[in-house]
Antibody, heavy 120, light 107 residues
């Protein structure tokens, strides 16, 4: 069974940093691109970015709104995906989901999400 | 960026009704379109990818179609478990973009 479990969310002050983790199990993690998607309270889904697999040199893509502050990485030895967020802003308050990418294109499995609240 | 315009933003329907949700892409995205269902407090669930391919385990009352840059999600006979918010999403180009969502409520 495919499982994705996010962790690392919490209450952070503006300007702070946070590292979110996503632990994967039940599938061949090394073979898949992985994405982060976020959802602000009461709002729609907002794609954050992607990390490709080793065969694609672990290259990344980001939404323009987060580029430069967000860094996506992965550790295939730990079946884990990471999202580092620097210089947090109140508008970064959201549930952050990790998702597996099917065939290099489609998000098929999602984790349950981890809530990040940016507030003083 | 490719804009995904989803309509309606909400609808009320009864059990057994046929429900149609539409998503229009601002550019040609071929068949790189997926549909998701999300219930309150839960993660999104993949329903359809490649515009019309049903995800494993998804009931056959769900279907997807494409006409040019217009995409449709159809629920042939609405069931109690289908009351949720539905999102389309394009994966033709970066950044990936979602429609604004359609909330399906009980009439």
């Amino acid at each position: 069974e495919v499982q994705l479990v996010e962790s690392g969310g919490g209450l952070v002050q503006p300007g702070g940093s946070l590292r979110l983790s996503c632990e994967a199990s039940g599938f061949d993690f090394v073979a898949h691109y992985m994405d982060w998607v976020r959802q602000a309270p009461g709002k729609g889904l907002d794609w954050v970015g992607r990390v490709r697999h080793r065969a694609s040199s672990y290259t990344t893509e980001y939404a323009a709104t987060v580029k430069g502050r967000f860094t996506i990485s992965r550790d295939d030895s730990r079946n884990s995906l990471y999202l580092v967020i620097n210089n947090l802003r109140t508008e970064d308050t959201a549930v952050y989901y990790c998702a597996r990418v099917l065939g290099g294109a489609y998000l098929d499995y999602w984790g349950q999400g981890t809530l990040v609240i940016v507030s003083s | 960026d490719i804009q995904m315009t989803q309509s309606p933003s909400s609808l009320s329907a009864s059990i057994g009704d046929r429900v149609t949700i539409t998503c229009r892409a601002s550019h040609d995205i071929s068949n790189f379109l997926a549909w998701f269902q999300q219930k309150p407090g839960e993660a999104p669930k993949s329903l359809i990818y490649g515009a019309s391919t049903l995800q494993s385990g998804v009931p056959s009352r769900f279907s997807g179609s494409r006409s040019g840059t217009d995409f449709t999600l159809t629920i042939s006979s609405l069931q109690p478990d289908d009351f949720a918010t539905y999102y389309c999403q394009q994966s033709s180009d970066y950044p990936l973009t979602f429609g604004g969502g359609t909330k399906v409520e009980i009439k």
